[in-house]
């Protein structure tokens, strides 16, 4: 990753030198929230909805409200230069220095800007599910924490399978999301995708479906479904602030079409709408 730029609390700094405390909460016990979006011609997208669920997310996490302006001031910082065609737009926000348990000091936020030029995504993936599921009543369910290991752990599983994604059930056997995508299914000719109280995090490009589509009069149902409801769907597919709308060509190895009838009607009307706007 030679093109990634990080800034760290006011100042560009070298990647892989050190620029975080070793006592920072995010790093001990992954105390901290951040968002992922994606960097287009230089620009990234839909930034203002990113930045209203970091703030879902740190009052979730009984953090004081996050500095926008700095995080903006970070993000000028690593898109200044040699504009980035397609890539990766991360900011992190941590509890600051903490002490080395559970506890939290009353500190200064940790600010972290990190950008990175990457791949396009292709084309379509196959996705596997996992045996660990999703905690709906979690303290954490819902937000978008740097605690992310279960994330870590379930996309190796998939990685062995030659799989892009993992899906993952809630504790109540329902299907829930994947490592770092939502979900939609197609059943009966309807899209469908399970609702936020499934635990779910609420996606950005979700959202946006969701929106787009009821604007132009494609239905899709938030409902909730076991996650057996992948071995009959007719179609799959995955959102996400870098792949925005991916036909799933699989499901644990079961071939479906990508991009089935519906996929390809939900991802024209995504090309529509996300072509009016970078900040929707
Ligand atoms: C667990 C999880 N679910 C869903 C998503 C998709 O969200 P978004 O569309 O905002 O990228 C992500 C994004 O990385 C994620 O980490």
Redesign the pocket.
Known sequence: MSDLRVWVDGARVDPAGPAVSAVDHGVTVGDGAF??AKIEDGTPFAMTR?LA?LDRTMAGLGLPAPDHDRIREGVRAVLEGEPIDFGRLRWTVTGGHGPLGSDRHDSALTYIVTASAQDRPGSHGAVVTVPWVRNERAATAGL?TTS?AD?VVALARAREHGAIEAVLANTRGELC??????VFVVVDGVVRTPPLDGG????????LVLEWCAADGLEVREEAMPLSVLERADEVFL????KDVMPVSSVDGRPLPWPGPRTAAVRAVWDRHAAVSVDP
């Open positions: 968002e992922t990113h669920r978008k992310y994330n999301e994947a490592t770092g995508s939502n779910c995090l609420a996606g950005i490009s979700r959202e959102t996400s602030s870098v």
